[in-house]
């Protein structure tokens, strides 16, 4: 079993539609992160976060220590945000090295 | 605008052949990273780097090696390229003491071995 579970694996939804990706891992962590790539391949990091809540313009993730659990919402998407979401998480102990769930692919038709 | 730059976003490559990935940071980060995406399989840790010189394996490090020489240049090498390491490659940085800092990702190198 992974140690980082992304649900749902695909997911199209309509250009406006609120948006949630789901997390879930399996370890103490110190940092959880999560990720965006583009068709092309390019990473660029979204969110780090250790508790609570963090936005960014339409994005909000939040985490939940306690069930080990976070989500990224994305409000009134776009088929600009069409791309694989992935979380990553950092190991407890000063892990340095992440640990990434599978992904999400998110496509979003106008 | 901070960046890592892998050296080739696509190459081709033929079985048997030693070939060299190249990822180069400008934000003087001590933590670097070699990564493999493979459908279904997700992001898989090959090699990484805590400083020059320095390096660790991954969870998937055999066919492939290292190379550290400067803090800023991170190359991994496959000494005999196989079709089996046809394979999206990702580097990534990190600063040391990481674990609260944010990770940055080159553009991929997508390698095909025929």
């Known amino acids: 079993k992974n140690e980082v579970e992304q649900s749902p694996q695909n997911l199209t939804a309509q250009e406006g539609e609120f948006i949630t990706i789901n997390c879930s891992y399996s370890?103490?962590?110190?940092?959880l992160h999560w990720l965006q790539q583009h068709p092309g391949g390019g990473i660029v990091s979204l969110f780090m976060?250790?508790?609570g809540k963090k936005k960014h313009g339409r994005l909000i993730a939040t985490i939940n220590i306690q069930e080990k659990h976070s989500s990224l919402h994305i409000t009134a998407s776009h088929p600009r945000d069409s791309a694989v979401y992935i979380c990553?998480?950092?190991?407890?102990?000063?892990?340095?090295?992440?640990?990434f769930g599978k992904g999400t692919k998110l496509t979003v038709n106008p | 605008d901070v960046k890592v730059t892998q050296s080739s976003r696509y190459l081709v490559k033929r079985t048997g052949e030693k070939v060299f990935l190249e990822c180069v940071q400008d934000?003087?980060?001590?933590?670097m990273f070699w990564y493999r995406q493979d459908p279904g399989l997700g992001l898989r840790l090959i090699y990484f780097?805590?400083?020059?010189?320095?390096?660790e394996k991954g969870d998937i490090p055999e066919g492939y090696s290292v190379s550290r020489e400067k803090k800023e240049r991170f190359s991994l090498i496959l000494e005999s390229a196989s079709t089996n390491q046809t394979s999206m490659y990702l580097c990534?940085?990190?600063?040391?003491?990481?674990?609260?800092?944010?990770?940055?990702f080159g553009q991929g190198t997508r390698l095909t071995v025929v």
């Open positions: 990534a940085s990190t600063y040391w003491g990481g674990v609260n800092t944010e990770a940055f």
């Open positions: 370890v103490g962590i110190s940092a």
């Open positions: 976060l250790s508790s």
């Open positions: 990553a998480v950092n190991g407890q102990g000063g892990s340095e090295k992440l640990v």
């Open positions: 934000m003087d980060h001590e933590n």
């Open positions: 780097s805590y400083d020059v010189k320095m390096k």
